[in-house]
């Protein structure tokens, strides 16, 4: 297969899949900051797509967050089951709430009762921030290329980069199957980001997948490349990077998957 004819899978994500970040443990950002498990009030929630709820939680003793890192939430029944699930922070380090999305999946014991029950006012038992593989400090170039609710983190970064006024430093590649399903699209959109869809035509593009072509232009010395989405989406856009020539070393995927965080507490 050619640069030309590789392309990236849809982004849907697979049933019962959800993020789940892998970070090699030698390359964890030492200076990332944590936070441990505390509360967090639903200061306010929209559903702006079908199937997901963005929640906006005041966290309390919040500890500052760097784009890219995620917030567990932990869910406690009355017989003292519980669940738990992580999920990636849309909101920049700047705003004084921790912005979740949430993609509702049918069989998901804690992403079901986000989307269906939470109401603003209810607590929240949360866990974050977390994570040192995947963060970007604003400083320096990158490409971001995102598929489906995977634009979820990236999101962040361009938050930061237009608080900072440092846009000029990023470079964006989305893919979705249709627009309505793209997480924060219109941001996205006026943020520069190139929109893909691979099951209808997008402006003056017809419906396709990613391509190494698409990335290319993208693409320049000096970036790292972050890469977020389901598995096959950031394994396959990892393998269309290195081809154009970016080193295995400047590229940092965040992987969707089945997630050990959704099954009950041991």
Known sequence: MTEADAVLPDPATPPGAGPQPVEPPALVTPSAPAGGWTTATVAG???PIARSVELRLDVH???DHLPGQHYVVRLTAEDGYTAQRSYSVASAPGD???ELFVERLDDGEVSTYL????EPGDELEVRGPIGGWFVWDGTSPALLVGGGSGVVPLVAMVRHARDIGRLDLLRVAVSARTLAELPYAEELAAA???IVTTREVHGIRPAARMTA???LPLWEPGQTAYVCGSAAFAEAAGQLLVGMGVAPSAIRL???GPSALE???R
């Open 45 to 47: 929630l929209r559903r």
């Open 61 to 63: 003793d919040r500890v």
């Open 96 to 98: 004084p709430l921790v």
């Open 115 to 118: 989307a269906d029950v939470v």
């Open 192 to 194: 520069g980001a190139l």
């Open 213 to 215: 072509m698409d990335l």
């Open 254 to 256: 965040e992987r969707f």
């Open 263 to 265: 099954q009950p507490a």
